[in-house]
């Protein structure tokens, strides 16, 4: 089977700081896809046309080159009516199956059908199972039975058919490395204007959060930690350093330090093989409060990690069950801040119950964190979340405008419910946040000492 995979380009056209910078980021979901479907014996192409400034004209010529049996568009809600019409498109074009997956479609399947027409299944859950089940059922005729596909959603005669979804993968070490040979890789590092051209990817050691927060959408991967063994994380690392070079990897797990014995491992076994590399990566001040770890850590190359504090109020971070306290938060900032590791720290406006003065707190308790940098966001509730499920239910219809809940852009906002603030009045904080916490002259000294140390903090 030839299998062609698309990563869509976001709504609006790439602002030019990004294109100068190169702040993509490699999409090894569909890499992973590929692998496991290549391993199996089927051809994949993985398409990702905004990283590399390809035309979709081009895009749709090498993809006809191809002879796709089967199109694949993965999509988070930002980017949700750019997917459909590549969805569209590429039914019209090639008559081939055409197949949507990823978070958005996950938390809709039902209305993602209906605002598809022709779309063939939306799959829920991971995907390498339903993707090789699929394959495997694939016909002379080019049809597949969904009923037999894990995790399919899809209509039998205009009526709604869903699937169980397949269990969870419980050995990721039993997945193939992501086929990155599949992708340009030098379109995802950073520009040599700004950074000298270092080597760089992005790396998964772990899937699935066991966080509960109301705001996060972790729909495919599920909340339960899943880890690749250290020793599969560190093969990895090795072949990517022997042949491609790279030297610093962005670890996009959700927490990486979720397992504090296997991060303590992963980095025993960084240093013993005397890999000279750097990494960054995201966590949770719960699970950064060990120095010894921390230490470990630094020994193996890790110069940043981004936090997600939330809030500087501890009603709303009940309420949102992040599972921490403002307390772990200040520790934990201040063992980083002791042994010289960068921490950038992510607030969100616009909270379950925010007020203005939840809003002022959390803007102190910033500044008090003396973060090397600091991102203000304001709260969208994506489908698959506890506070859309809660608020925002009626949303989940064809009929839905989903570039009103796109949160890189905020101009064309939704309107909030989950407080009684205005989305005017949260922009509006935000931007009070930004100017206080950046008008700061210790603040203003630590973001430029940041930057010269690691220019990809302005990014992540």
């Not at 709504?11 to 910078?21: A, D, E, I, K």
Request: hydrophobic content about 40%; aromatic content about 10%; charged content about 25%.
């Amino acid at each position: 089977m030839k299998i062609v995979l698309i990563n869509p380009p976001s709504q609006t056209p790439s602002l030019l700081l990004l294109r100068v910078m190169r702040s993509y980021n490699a999409p090894l979901g569909l890499a992973y896809l590929a692998a496991a479907a290549r391993r199996a014996g089927h051809k994949v192409k993985i398409f990702d046309p905004e990283a590399g400034g390809m035309s979709l004209e081009r895009m749709w010529k090498e993809a006809a080159e191809f002879g796709p049996d089967l199109v694949g568009v993965t999509s988070v809600t930002p980017n949700f009516p750019t997917a459909r019409q590549l969805a569209l498109e590429a039914k019209r074009r090639f008559n081939c199956l055409v197949i949507m997956g990823g978070p958005h479609v996950n938390a809709l399947p039902r209305s993602t059908l209906l605002a598809v027409p022709g779309l063939d299944a939306v799959i829920r859950g991971e995907g390498e199972v339903p993707l090789l089940a699929l394959a495997g059922d694939f016909d002379a005729s080019g049809k597949v039975d969904f009923s037999k596909i894990p995790g399919a959603a899809f209509l039998e005669r205009w009526k709604y058919k869903e699937n169980p979804c397949p269990e969870l993968i419980a050995d990721l070490d039993t997945l193939p490395f992501p086929a990155r040979d599949l992708l340009d890789l030098s379109l995802y590092y950073p520009s040599r204007w700004f950074f000298g051209g270092k080597k760089s990817t992005t790396l998964l050691t772990s899937r699935g959060c066991p966080g509960q927060c109301t705001f996060c959408a972790n729909i495919c991967m599920g909340r339960r930690f899943r880890p690749h063994s250290p020793g599969r994380v560190v093969e990895e690392i090795r072949s990517l350093l022997k042949t491609h070079g790279l030297r610093h990897f962005n670890i996009y797990d959700d927490c990486f330090t979720a397992n504090a014995r296997r991060a303590a491992e992963i980095c025993d076994r960084i240093t013993a093989e005397k890999l000279e590399i750097s990494w960054d990566a995201m966590g949770r001040v719960n699970t950064l409060l060990d120095e010894t770890l921390i230490l470990k850590m630094k020994k193996a190359g890790f110069r940043q990690v981004v936090l997600g504090i939330e809030t500087g109020s501890q009603r709303l971070l009940d309420l949102m069950r992040k599972g921490t306290t403002l307390a772990m938060a200040e520790e934990c900032c201040a063992k980083l801040r002791r042994h010289g590791i960068l921490y950038s720290n992510s607030f969100i406006i616009g909270n379950e119950g925010e007020t203005e003065e939840t809003i002022l707190e959390t803007i102190a308790f910033a500044k008090k964190l003396k973060s090397d940098l600091v991102t203000f966001v304001v709260m969208i509730p994506f489908p698959g979340t506890p506070l859309f499920d809660k608020y925002f239910k009626e949303y989940d219809s064809p009929d839905t405008d989903w570039t009103n809940w796109c949160s890189r852009f905020p101009d064309r906002p939704y309107a909030p419910r989950q407080t009684a603030l205005s989305m005017e009045d949260l922009m509006r904080f935000r931007n009070i946040a930004d100017s206080r916490f950046h008008s700061d002259p210790g603040n203003i000294w630590r973001n430029l000492i940041a930057v010269a140390r690691n220019p990809r903090v302005l990014f992540k």
